[in-house]
């Protein structure tokens, strides 16, 4: 199993405490890819929409709050989330299942 901890460090990738520059994600948002990353954790649908790069399934399950801060919730994504567990609905499921 891996180390989330050393996973991080090795990334220098910065926690939610870390990310005041993604403001307009909604924290319960980023708090869901946390836990999606950290513990493999499955999100609801529109994490999961906007982690597998699924436009319509994100615009059509985001609330008003997500869709303002849909910009953020991509850069968090893009900069702050290993690429290995985003990108396809492929890559998703296979962090869920513990193979990413």
């Known amino acids: 199993m891996i180390d989330i901890e ?3 460090e090795s990334l220098k990738t ?3 405490s870390d990310s005041r520059k993604y403001d307009r994600a909604p924290a319960s ?3 869901s890819i946390d836990r999606f990353v950290e513990h493999r954790i499955a ?3 529109f994490v999961r929409a906007v982690l597998s ?3 319509a399934g ?3 399950t985001a609330d008003e709050s997500s869709l303002r801060g849909l910009r953020d919730i991509m850069l968090y994504i893009h900069w702050e989330v290993p690429a290995r567990c985003h990108g396809s609905e492929s890559k998703v499921q296979k962090w869920l299942q513990g193979h990413g």
């Open 29 to 31: 948002v980023v708090a």
């Open 6 to 8: 050393e996973f991080r």
């Open 58 to 60: 994100a615009f059509g």
């Open 53 to 55: 790069n699924d436009l």
């Open 14 to 16: 910065p926690t939610l």
């Open 43 to 45: 999100p609801g649908s």
